[in-house]
T-cell receptor
Framework: ETGVTQSPTHLIKTRGQQVTLRCSSQ?????VSWYQQALGQGPQFIFQ???????GRGNFPPRFSGLQFPNYSSELNVNALELDDSALYLC?????????????FGEGSWLTVV | AQSVTQLDSHVSVSEGTPVLLRCNYS??????LFWYVQHPNKGLQLLLK??????LVKGINGFEAEFKKSETSFHLTKPSAHMSDAAEYFC??????FGTGTRLKVLA
């Protein structure tokens, strides 16, 4: 148990729709990172939030956006869903946005786009 | 920019034999390196991390990894494989860049 919780665990959306995924970070952690893991591949870094500000972004289009709240929980929003967005979305929390600090992962949200 | 390369996509070992999962990194500065394990339909679990304090890093479940600057490697080893070690293993570098993963199969 890492203390990182994600919701929902599974969902199905239609192409063109929008989705919001939620993450509660481990107690005391002020940094949240989001990853996309397509079937059979490694996680790809989407972005990181540190104290409510975006603190780094991977190679994902602007229709992937996020928020971090004052309690350090976070949302990932994806607009105009495409079939290739079908994946496991992982949230990870850590302390202080430093790349040497350990990140702790939730169990992910499985998104299927049909 | 840093990257990590996992040299084997699949590794098969017999139960009780040693495990070696290979990872090379590229970085112009002292990197942070991690190994994570992912069991089927489970989240990612940290095995161990290197942050320049010691070159030989011991992790959970009997795994360890040695940072070799001269070889730019951070290979993961375990003396004796157990059936429960069968999983996907990821080497992760600075800025949380993941390698492509190595699937470990343990044969009875």
């Amino acid at each position: 148990e890492t203390g990182v919780t994600q919701s929902p665990t599974h969902l199905i959306k239609t192409r063109g729709q929008q989705v919001t995924l939620r993450c509660s970070s481990q107690s005391g952690h002020n940094t949240v990172s989001w990853y996309q893991q397509a079937l059979g591949q490694g996680p790809q870094f989407i972005f990181q939030y540190y104290r409510e500000e975006e603190n780094g972004r991977g190679n994902f289009p602007p229709r992937f956006s996020g928020l971090q709240f004052p309690n350090y929980s976070s949302e990932l929003n994806v607009n105009a869903l495409e079939l290739d967005d079908s994946a496991l979305y992982l949230c990870a929390s850590s302390l202080d946005g430093l790349s040497g600090n350990t990140i702790y992962f939730g169990e992910g949200s499985w998104l299927t786009v049909v | 920019a840093q990257s990590v390369t996992q040299l084997d996509s699949h590794v098969s070992v017999s139960e009780g034999t040693p495990v070696l999962l290979r990872c090379n990194y590229s970085s112009s500065y002292s990197p942070s390196l991690f190994w994570y394990v992912q069991h089927p339909n489970k989240g990612l679990q940290l095995l161990l991390k290197y942050t320049s304090a010691a070159t030989l890093v011991k992790g959970i479940n009997g795994f360890e990894a040695e940072f070799k600057k001269s070889e730019t490697s951070f290979h993961l080893t375990k003396p004796s494989a157990h059936m429960s070690d069968a999983a996907e293993y990821f080497c992760v570098g600075t800025k949380y860049i993941f390698g492509t993963g190595t699937r470990l199969k343990v044969l009875a």
